[in-house]
């Protein structure tokens, strides 16, 4: 407790926080032993809790009594609940289906409207589920994963999660009566993957007792389970080994056809072995095993990884292809391209409308729509005209009567659109659904930058800020990156950080880093696995490079990421910590010698490297946050947040991080520990909102620190 920032704002404490905080006291003189090690592995562990609640309890003190949490935390939850928003859509059979949650209704109302409602201002709603209601009923935090409703438009599968985590309960819920079906499907919680298989028959992936889960936790075995019996009686259908990360499931019934399904095994995060169900039929396909691949009504489609030759034609990896599911199996089968890109260029999504498929792409972060129609023997292609936006998401979910899809459009600093637009026969788009604007962004704008990485590599990176700024290097400034898993920082409307850094005189910065999937597969491969620390080198770049170009310094710089950003998070302030005003890393991975043996981990090896194999462990160890933490270091002050329900990174690594620095004498760490939510940390908007206010605040507050304060620290 001798930090100076700590003592610094200590007189803005109430009582009760002071009191909160008093509650760390006896836990200060806790070593980082492997007593106190082992004891924080345990998610809900008595030792771990008190630890946990008592840092918890710390960092909210000290972050609720700087300046403007508190109405941070009221606008966050005023924009978020508002019935103003989109309310998103997913359209089946004669309704369209959404989920709401708000201010006074925390876990959320599933319910149904038609389109014809739906366009109005003001929709009337049919309520099928109150899950606020439910969590009384019942004495749980249930909050509504998912929903699948049956091919024949009568009953739905509800996947109800405890708290936001990833294991979910499995219940049949019929639409017209809105209750639970007594003898209909259910499975205990579980991470399960489920989908019809007609009206009467699913696929079922899930945990079936000892022997049935892969080594990262996932489920192993295939059931089919047919109305009327128990699941215990569901015959198994494929069976995958230890090795492997999990099962895939993939069905489709038509109205006029036998149901079909792409099954099988994944072997690792990025690669898949098939097989087509047909009737009782189970076929392998033989398809590139490191390909996204997914059936779409009656084909199914690719999106490479890497080059393949389908003996006719050798296609480039970034290409997407579809083959008839009729000669799937068969020799004389035949691949057709939907799609083959350029450098800097990427599918964002493939959908198949009544005529063809219309295909959404990026091209050098700038979105296309294109309508690819079936002739009988190829496909021709038109090119869609969008309307100005930083980026594009399309959804087709009436496929088989005509050729709209759902059209999202949206750019940093401007609220998405939303509605129908007719692929094959676009006119000028007249959106049913307009976001309303959650902060003003007058005299704001968006610039692209390029900083020039370790290795020469130029990489671009998104500003927004004043089109006014000063090139003095004082603005606060917030730099956000994930570059992992090939996922991309799109460049989304910021609703989180405009209302909460933005709308605060502060700079926000999203980095385009390797490792991410803005620029096609290439852009990935560069920093995956043993080539991870490029993806480092690349957000350190371009923290050098706002501050060359003076629209920050290192005093001012803060930066955040989650998951996989949190582990980026974590390496470059252990590897530059001069360069960071503060840090915010989120649900992180931290121990990259040990990740394998928490959670979901294994399944990561592809991602990360094998800490098992010596060469693999020698690259991960000179990365890996926690190991590489030094005692006489300057690290920016730093605030963890874990969830201890995350089911996917195990809070343990946001934990030990904090517990090691505080061991080594780094006062400046601090651990906020969420205890519900799961690892995406969304299941009310009062969580979201929370979160939201205190890294923030807690980002602005040391950036516009005292600075002679602090060095007396």
């Known amino acids: ?130 899950l606020d209601k439910l969590a009384r009923d019942e004495m749980r935090a249930w909050s509504l994963a998912e929903y699948h409703v049956s091919p024949n438009g009568e009953r739905a599968l509800v996947f109800l999660s405890p708290g936001g985590a990833d294991n979910v309960e499995l219940r049949e819920f019929d639409l017209a009566s809105r209750q639970f079906v007594s003898a209909g499907f259910r499975a205990p919680l579980a991470k399960m993957w489920v989908d019809w298989h007609g009206n009467d028959e699913l696929l079922i992936a899930s945990d079936f007792g000892p022997g049935t889960l892969t080594r990262s936790g996932y489920p192993m075995t295939i059931r089919r389970w047919k109305r009327g019996t128990a699941l215990v009686e569901a015959a198994e259908l494929l069976r995958g080994e230890p090795a492997d990360m999990s099962m895939l499931i993939d069905s489709e019934s038509p109205d006029d056809a036998p149901p079909v399904a792409l099954v099988g095994r994944r072997v690792s995060f990025f690669q898949f072995k098939h097989q087509l169900l047909q009737g009782d039929a189970l076929t392998p396909v033989e398809l590139p095993i490191d390909a996204d691949t997914w059936l779409v009504r009656d084909w199914i489609a690719l999106r490479l990884r890497s080059d393949f030759d389908d003996g006719r034609t050798r296609h480039p990896a970034g290409s997407v292809l579809v083959t008839p599911v009729a000669t799937a199996t068969q020799s004389e089968r035949r691949f057709h391209a939907l799609l083959s890109t350029a450098p800097r260029q990427r599918l964002l999504r493939c959908e198949r409308v009544r005529d063809g498929f219309a295909i959404a792409w990026s091209d050098n972060l700038q979105p296309r729509l294109s309508f690819q129609r079936w002739t009988g023997e190829g496909f021709e292609r038109s090119e869609v005209k969008l309307p100005d936006s930083g980026v594009v998401t399309i959804r087709a979910d009436q496929s088989a009567k005509n050729n709209q899809v759902w059209l999202t459009t949206q750019s940093p600093l401007v609220p998405q659109t939303f509605g129908l637009l007719d692929a094959a026969a676009p006119q000028p788009w007249a959106p049913i659904k307009r976001q309303p604007a959650l902060f003003d962004a007058t005299g704001l704008r968006a610039e692209r930058f390029e900083a020039r990485s370790a290795d020469g590599t130029l990489i671009p990176y998104t500003v927004l800020a004043p089109a006014s700024l000063a090139p003095d290097g004082n603005a606060p400034t917030l730099l956000y990156g994930y570059g992992g898993f090939g996922l991309a920082v799109e460049l989304e409307y910021q609703r989180m950080a405009g209302l909460d850094w933005l709308r605060y005189g502060g700079v926000y910065v999203m980095a385009h880093i390797r490792g991410g999937g803005e620029f096609g597969n290439e852009w990935y491969e560069a920093a995956k696995g043993l080539r991870r620390q490029a993806a480092f080198d690349d957000f350190i770049a371009i923290a050098e490079d706002l501050a060359a170009r003076r629209i920050t310094r290192a005093a001012r710089l803060g930066i955040y990421g989650a998951s996989n950003g949190g582990a980026l998070v974590s390496a470059v302030l252990v590897q530059r910590p001069e360069l960071f005003g503060a840090a915010v890393a989120r649900v992180p991975l931290t121990d990259m010698l040990d990740f394998t043996r928490f959670s979901a981990g294994p399944s990561w090896i592809e991602e990360y490297g094998d800490p098992a194999v010596a060469a693999d462990r020698a690259v991960l160890a000179k990365w890996s946050p926690y190991q590489n933490l030094r005692a006489g270091v300057a690290y920016p002050p730093t605030l963890f947040i874990g969830n201890r329900n995350d089911d996917r990174v195990h809070p343990a690594h946001a934990r030990r991080m904090v517990a090691r620095m505080r061991a080594l004498g780094h006062t400046q760490s601090w651990l906020y520990e969420e205890s519900s939510g799961g690892h995406l940390g969304r299941a009310t908007p009062q969580l979201l909102a929370t979160r939201e206010a205190l890294l923030h605040t807690f980002l602005m507050g040391m950036l516009r620190r005292d600075a002679k304060v602090l060095a007396a620290g």
Not at 12 to 30: I, Y
Not at 46 to 54: G, I
Not at 88 to 113: C, E, K, M
Request: charged share 25%.
């Open 1 to 130: 407790m001798h930090c100076a920032v700590l003592s610094y704002h200590l007189a803005m404490l109430t009582r009760r926080q002071l009191a909160l905080l008093a509650l760390a006291q006896p836990f200060a003189a806790w070593s980082q032993g492997a007593d106190l090690v082992a004891a924080l592995e345990k998610a809900d562990g008595p030792e771990a809790l008190a630890w946990v609640d008592a840092h918890t309890a710390e960092a909210r003190a000290l972050i609720e009594a700087l300046p403007d949490y508190a109405q941070r935390y009221k606008d966050t939850l005023a924009a978020v609940s508002s019935r103003d928003n989109i309310q998103f859509v997913r359209a089946r059979r004669d309704h369209l289906y959404n989920v709401y949650s708000g201010a006074s209704q925390p876990h959320g109302i599933w319910r149904r409207t038609t389109l014809d409602e739906y366009r109005k201002d003001r929709p009337s709603w049919q309520v099928l589920l109150d």
